[in-house]
């Protein structure tokens, strides 16, 4: 028993089993992520390392050139490239399609474990999954409110935005990282006079030790009173600018030289590293790459509700305001509509010409009702295949309607009031081999 005359003797099987493929298929296509185009990415991995002060020459010679060694061996890596920075090397590996990525940056993590050795300055080196050149699902643009604006140079509220802005948008579901670009971080700067230092004989090596030694907390132990336990630690990190200036750097003679006698402290920011202007305007650019799973409609939309809220709870008393400034969503939405509108211009042309040849309300209204569903089912197939939604599987799914055109022409009708087919015409009987004229019987 083949399958079509299965679902003809069972048709309350074959009626539930249509309802279990539209159902699981309208399920599927509630969860498929919607993108532009397919994510046939290459996985990249980052690996960043920070050398305060370093020259490029230096972060070369002593990270990326010990990291590449390590790293040239692993299993799926197609290639590797580095980029060295003032006080930072950055390596970027591209690996195989397919690849799995969590178990990528585990063995980078393993290999990197297996460097010799650092300077003592140098950071722990940071692994990430994200490409370092994504430009970002979505951008917004923080300026001043046109009313009660923010007056001064916007760059220096990169803390609060740091602080308070970015974690609200990392929480929404999808979002893989936020970038903040334009701003200047707050950092306490000390200026020294090199004569003073001459003169009290104190070199530059000493007075950086001297700034390290005295930033730090001490544990002095434990000791108990009674039924209590105390413990005790020495607080000697600084808490202000005035902190700084009091340590002791040397002693001269027996008299403590205090940093105020041979340089000065002050809070300021961090030169800037990029501006960005809009319409003659300073601003800060704020991105939001996506997780490569994610639903870039969903993203975008949840990024705009808390955009809001940020507006009206947080940036709005300080003179700030976050406005929309491009995403990927208008061109994916314009884009599925006008490939969704194809779709059913075709499948309606479809069926008007499998009308126009079988003159059935019935058989026509049969196979029309097959168009839908098949492309229901073929969503489930995409979400176990973890397929998404997109301009190349929306053009897929505009096909097989088209298939109906192709309809054998022998398809005629006895007659334009029943729903019986004509059988196609038979062939003439054949001759049999080496009998002229002898006509072969068909076989009973």
């Known amino acids: 028993m083949n399958l079509i005359q299965a679902c003809i003797r069972y048709p309350v099987t074959t009626a539930v089993g249509v309802l279990l493929v539209l159902l699981f298929g309208g399920i599927s296509l509630s969860q498929l992520p919607i993108r532009l185009t397919p994510n046939i990415n290459q ?3 980052t690996v960043s390392t920070v050398w305060p002060g370093a020259s490029p020459y230096e ?11 390590e790293l040239q061996t692993i299993e799926g890596l197609v290639s590797m490239r580095s980029e060295s920075y003032d006080s930072e090397g950055v390596v970027i590996l591209r690996f195989q399609l397919g690849t799995n990525k969590d178990s990528a940056m585990l063995k980078i993590a393993n290999r990197l474990a297996q460097v010799e050795s650092y300077p003592l300055e140098v950071k722990q080196p940071v692994i990430s999954g994200e490409d370092e050149i994504s430009s970002g699902a979505a951008w917004f ?6 009313t009660n604006g923010f007056e001064g140079d916007i760059s220096t509220v990169y803390d609060f935005v740091d ?5 609200e948008l990392e929480r929404v579901p999808g979002v893989s990282q936020i970038n903040v670009y334009g701003g200047r971080k707050r950092e306490i700067r000390v200026i020294f006079d090199p004569t003073k230092l001459a003169l009290r004989g104190i070199t530059i090596s000493e007075f950086a030790d001297a700034l390290d030694r005295e930033n730090r907390n001490y544990s002095g132990g434990s000791f108990d009173e009674g039924k209590r336990r105390y413990v005790v630690r020495t607080v000697g990190e600084y808490r202000s600018v005035d902190d700084i200036e009091n340590i002791v750097i040397a002693f001269r003679d027996g008299v403590p030289v205090y940093l105020r006698d041979v340089a000065y402290a002050e809070l300021n920011f961090h030169k800037p590293d990029a501006m960005a202007f809009r319409l003659d305007q300073r601003i800060l650019p704020v ?23 940020l507006n009206a709870q ?3 008393p300080r003179g700030l305001e976050m ?3 491009w995403d990927e969503t208008r061109f994916i939405r314009s884009a599925v509509r006008l490939v969704r509108n194809s779709l059913l211009i075709g499948g309606v042309l479809a069926i008007l010409v499998l009308w126009a040849f079988l003159r059935s309300y019935r058989s026509t209204l049969i196979i029309a009702l097959c168009i839908p569903i098949s492309i229901v089912g073929t969503f489930l197939a995409m979400k176990l295949l973890g397929r998404s939604i997109n301009l190349v599987s929306l053009a897929g799914l505009a096909l097989p309607p088209a298939w109906c055109w192709t309809t054998p022409s ?16 038979r062939m003439p009987p054949t001759t049999a081999p080496g009998k002229s004229g002898a006509p072969c019987s068909p076989a009973r």
């Open 287 to 309: 991105s939001a790459a996506k997780a490569p799973d994610a639903n870039i409609l969903d993203i975008v939309e949840e990024l705009n509700i808390r955009r809001a809220r």
């Open 314 to 316: 947080v940036l709005n």
């Open 323 to 325: 406005v929309r400034g």
């Open 163 to 167: 602080d308070f802005v970015k974690p």
């Open 59 to 69: 972060v070369e010679r002593e990270i990326v050139t010990k990291q590449e060694e």
């Open 141 to 146: 643009w923080l300026i001043p409110t046109e």
């Open 43 to 45: 996985p990249v991995i």
């Open 410 to 425: 022998w398809c005629s009708r006895t007659s334009t009031d029943t729903g019986n087919w004509e059988s196609p015409p």
